[in-house]
């Protein structure tokens, strides 16, 4: 099993839809939460970074942590076709530097 | 900053044959990363380095491939013989480590795209 598990989709959703995306963990020493967008034949660019749980705003996009379940979470608002790429959540723990991966998630927002 | 810059972007060689792949990280930035991308395996850390010293090689699949970072604006990943099941997107990141003891943002380079026949 892996140590984080994300839905490989694709989803596909109309413009202007809610895009729901989320990520299981099993390691509890994770204290660092990130969401990644990579579009096709790109590098993957930070989305949004948060510490421990709660949740964080920045525009159109919002991301959960739920320590307690193992369970982060990002919504996109008001999604456009400028938002189709590949999100992927990573996490890190408190103490060093490497950083897990999920698989992916491929979204299509569909105009 | 023209961010993380990698070469080539694009490499085809045939099985065995020796691939050397390049990385100019952010100027200023400490800490430098190797990932492997593929559709089966998703993004894989296969090595990084602190103030060019290599800090965790556990992800480098086996004795074939190697990373060096001469100095702190270079670092190179060589596969040596190459293999079919090496083809895949290889990417360098690289970030700085706040004061606070957590690292800062991985900013990731456009990648390399290896195939090999």
């Known amino acids: 099993q892996k140590e984080v598990e994300q839905d490989p989709g694709p989803l596909s959703v109309p413009e202007g839809a809610i895009v729901s995306l989320n990520c299981t963990y099993s390691?509890?020493?994770?204290?660092?939460f990130m969401w990644y967008r990579q579009y096709s034949r790109k590098g993957p660019e930070l989305l949004m970074y948060?510490?421990?749980?709660g949740n964080k705003e920045d525009g159109r996009f919002t991301a959960q942590v739920d320590k307690s379940s193992k369970y982060i979470s990002l919504f996109i608002r008001d999604s456009q076709p400028s938002d189709s790429a590949t999100y992927l959540c990573a996490m890190i723990q408190a103490a060093g530097n490497k950083l897990t991966f999920g698989g992916g998630t491929r979204v299509l927002v569909k105009p | 900053d023209a961010g993380v810059i990698q070469s080539p972007r694009h490499e085809v060689t045939e099985m065995g044959q020796e691939v050397t792949l390049r990385c100019k990280p952010i100027?200023?930035?400490?800490?430098l990363f190797w990932y492997r991308q593929t559709m089966m395996r998703g993004l894989e850390l296969l090595i990084y380095?602190?103030?060019?010293?290599?800090?965790?090689d556990s992800g480098m699949p086996e004795d074939r491939f190697s990373a060096k970072m001469p100095n702190a604006s270079f670092s190179t990943l060589k596969i040596q013989p190459s293999e079919p099941r090496d083809s895949a997107v290889y990417f360098c990141a690289s970030s700085s480590f706040r004061t606070s003891g957590s690292s800062d943002t991985q900013y990731f380079g456009p990648g390399t795209r290896l195939t090999v026949l």
């Open positions: 390691n509890s020493a994770f204290q660092y």
């Open positions: 948060t510490y421990s749980s």
């Open positions: 100027s200023g930035h400490d800490y």
């Open positions: 380095f602190n103030n060019n010293v290599p800090i965790d």
